[in-house]
């Protein structure tokens, strides 16, 4: 088409269609060096043409020639000042070329010329996060929003500015936009910015009031606190996506619950806020497996409201919705007998579908998932029990990539040093994920790499299931599931470009034989993402679960759930640190935290040691923590160099909390 066009503009420098279409073609086309070249024969006639200066503009900077980029954008601003394209581009460059003070004029020149400049602001604001200046960041981010409502960038980065960070200003506006973000559901994961959307809510003082009344008394009256909470969408969004990870809000809910059982006679005439609120809460209780506690006379009422259902379902008759809401923030519907007589409104839609129809489906796939071979390993069986009974995690939404990339441009994304460059030239990759859970992983790795296919194995059919099913939700095509256990991978007889397992092979009963099946499976020059339990980071960990296993207190749901109330009321150091973990707010998830059947962990050192075993070279960690360990570590080398890294940590202990999260490299 580029070629058809210089002919046609060649022939009739006058047609103007003719100029645009170029234009057009050349943004879409991958080959900047044909944009260059047919933009600057456009300006040997035209050489006042803004527009065609703007693009060529573009076309260096995809070219990384930075400087004629912005050249090119200061000539067509010289010929049209008010071209606010051309500030914002140029603002672009000089990012990129750590000027942030220019770049972020340079976008304020093109907003002053256009307000509603969405880019612009979306721009601006990723220079503002590079500078340190995270409010204005996020302040700018969402004016984005405000002005282009779908604008997926503007989403993706808001997410990466909230990830983690406690905020102290009230701002109404800002927790619309965590709804819009949310509703998105393929934008962010919730937890990522959790921490700072509770921190928001609970700068409000009606919030406030109700989370200190709530400590130690009964709520008499629930509707008149449901009527205050209904003020925040935000705290109803996310009590329907993720676990709370906060006390204060946990009890306030648990009481409000308790509130809502008791009063369930007279509550007989339903609004809509209750009913928003009793789904909104049967959702959160869900998702955290129930963790919340409950008494003994709660649990006579429960029988009580359960005998009542049958006999209002004997009749015809249909119970109502509030009395099935709240039965279903104590048991999932789908542990009821009388389930499958309800008729589905409304108020109980999206609860039903949570607990009831989206169980089912997994139940069905389970039947399809492909099994590679019977599991005969004794820690791998009884880690797969562990996970057959309580999937890990539970989850709802989740961020995904705007779009998919190359390897090499993965490489260039993680930083990685790679030790032979073949496998950037590798257009399709075969991707193994090794040990996939419920499907997080697997889902944003297939989503990653562009042209990619993608295998996925886990122990669990339960886990697999709900992993199928949220790879079916979310249309992903690349990407198959099959039950194995990573040390019957052989039997597969095949090789992968990329094999990633994060957080498995420490589950195993000897890691560095699971470890060496994987680079069995491994191409030559293939590339391998590997997570592991960091020693020094988990100490708390270790203590807790030495106590655990002195106190012989099993994995029971009963027996978990009084464990946790015990460390709630704890002072101590190593308990108070555990409240702080995501983790420690659904029940699988601390199952998975403190009570696994199997853990190892290790040091820097010992991972120098396996990768040398192993014939695998270091390629770097995967982290959003880097530039804290670079003010230290200021030579460009030493991001690659574990002796630096190990020193690092022991500086800083907490550092690797998660995990090591790392990439290497199989030799030839």
């Known amino acids: 088409a580029v070629s058809v066009l210089i002919k046609m503009i060649e022939v009739d420098p006058k047609h103007e269609k003719s100029y645009s279409l170029l234009a057009l073609c050349n943004q879409e086309a991958d080959d900047a060096a044909l944009a260059i070249d047919s933009f600057e024969k456009i300006l040997d006639v035209r050489p006042n043409d803004a527009v065609m200066l703007l693009n060529l503009g573009i076309a260096f900077k995809k070219q990384n020639e930075n400087n004629k980029a912005i050249e090119n954008y200061k000539k067509a601003l010289a010929i049209k000042p008010d071209y606010a394209e051309a500030y914002n581009n140029m603002g672009v460059v000089l990012k990129d070329q750590g000027k942030l003070d220019e770049a972020i004029r340079s976008y304020r020149e093109a907003l002053a010329i256009n307000p509603d400049y969405a880019e612009a602001y979306n721009s601006m604001g990723n220079a503002q996060l590079e500078k340190g200046d995270l409010e204005e960041a996020i302040e700018s981010y969402g004016k984005s929003i405000s002005i282009k409502p779908d604008y997926a960038s503007a989403y993706n980065n808001i997410g990466l500015a909230l990830y983690g960070i406690v905020l102290n200003k009230p701002n109404r506006d800002l927790q619309k936009t965590i709804v819009s973000l949310l509703d998105k559901e393929r934008y962010i994961r919730p937890k990522y910015i959790l921490t700072a959307a509770i921190s928001l809510l609970k700068l409000e003082p009606i919030l406030q009031k109700h989370l200190q009344l709530t400590d130690g008394h009964a709520i008499e009256n629930p509707l008149d606190v449901i009527s205050d909470l209904?003020?925040?969408?935000?705290?109803?969004?996310?009590?329907?996506?993720?676990?709370?990870?906060?006390?204060?809000?946990?009890?306030?809910?648990?009481?409000?619950?308790r509130s809502i059982l008791s009063n369930i006679s007279s509550l007989k005439e339903a609004s809509s806020e209750l009913l928003g609120f009793q789904s909104a809460l049967a959702l959160q209780c869900f998702t955290n497996e129930y963790i919340y506690n409950h008494t003994e006379k709660e649990e006579l009422i429960i029988q009580s409201l359960d005998a009542d259902i049958k006999k209002t379902l004997k009749n015809e008759e249909q119970p109502n919705s509030q009395v099935i809401l709240a039965l279903a923030s104590y048991k999932a519907l789908n542990q009821y007998d009388w389930f499958n007589l309800l008729v589905v409104n409304d108020h109980i839609k999206e609860v039903f579908t949570r607990q009831v129809e989206e169980p089912n489906k997994e139940e069905k796939l389970k039947q399809d998932l492909p099994i590679l071979e019977e599991i005969t390993n004794g820690i791998s069986l009884k880690v797969r029990e562990q996970y057959e009974e309580s999937p890990y995690p539970r989850w709802i939404n989740l961020g995904l990539p705007l779009q998919p990339l190359s390897i090499s441009d993965v490489v260039d994304q993680v930083k990685l040093k790679l030790?032979?460059?073949?496998?950037?030239?590798?257009?399709?990759?075969?991707?193994?994920?090794?040990?996939?859970?419920?499907?997080?992983?697997?889902?944003?790795?297939?989503?990653?790499?562009?042209?990619?296919?993608?295998?996925?194995?886990?122990?669990?059919?339960?886990?697999?299931?709900?992993?199928?099913?949220?790879?079916?939700?979310?249309?992903?095509?690349?990407?198959?599931?099959?039950?194995?256990?990573?040390l019957d991978l052989g039997k597969l007889n095949k090789q992968f470009d990329i094999i990633e397992s994060s957080g498995v092979l420490h589950h195993m009963d000897d890691p560095m034989a699971g470890w060496k099946v994987l680079t069995d499976c491994l191409k030559p020059g293939g590339l391998m993402k590997i997570a592991l339990y960091s020693e020094l980071a988990r100490q708390h960990i270790v203590k807790i679960r030495e106590e655990i296993s002195q106190k012989g207190i099993g994995s029971s749901k009963p027996q978990m759930k009084s464990f946790r109330d015990t460390v709630i009321k704890s002072e101590k150091d190593h308990h108070k640190l555990i409240v702080n973990s995501s983790d420690f707010y659904s029940l699988s998830t601390i199952r998975d935290l403190l009570f696994h059947v199997q853990e190892h962990r290790f040091t820097i050192p010992q991972l120098k040691q396996c990768l040398g075993e192993l014939g695998l070279r270091f390629c770097g960690f995967e982290t959003q923590m880097v530039s804290h360990f670079r003010q230290t570590n200021k030579d460009k080398g030493a991001l690659y160099d574990l002796d630096k890294w190990q020193t690092y940590e022991e500086a800083n202990p907490i550092f690797f909390r998660a995990t090591y999260q790392f990439w290497c490299q199989k030799g030839h």
């Open 419 to 486: 030790h032979d460059s073949k496998i950037t030239g590798v257009e399709k990759p075969e991707i193994l994920v090794a040990g996939c859970g419920t499907g997080q992983h697997s889902i944003q790795t297939a989503a990653r790499f562009k042209s990619s296919k993608v295998l996925a194995i886990d122990l669990s059919l339960s886990s697999l299931a709900y992993a199928k099913r949220k790879t079916d939700e979310l249309g992903v095509e690349n990407l198959e599931y099959m039950q194995a256990d990573i």
């Open 230 to 257: 209904h003020k925040f969408p935000l705290l109803r969004k996310l009590m329907s996506v993720c676990p709370l990870t906060d006390l204060e809000l946990e009890k306030l809910l648990t009481n409000l619950r």
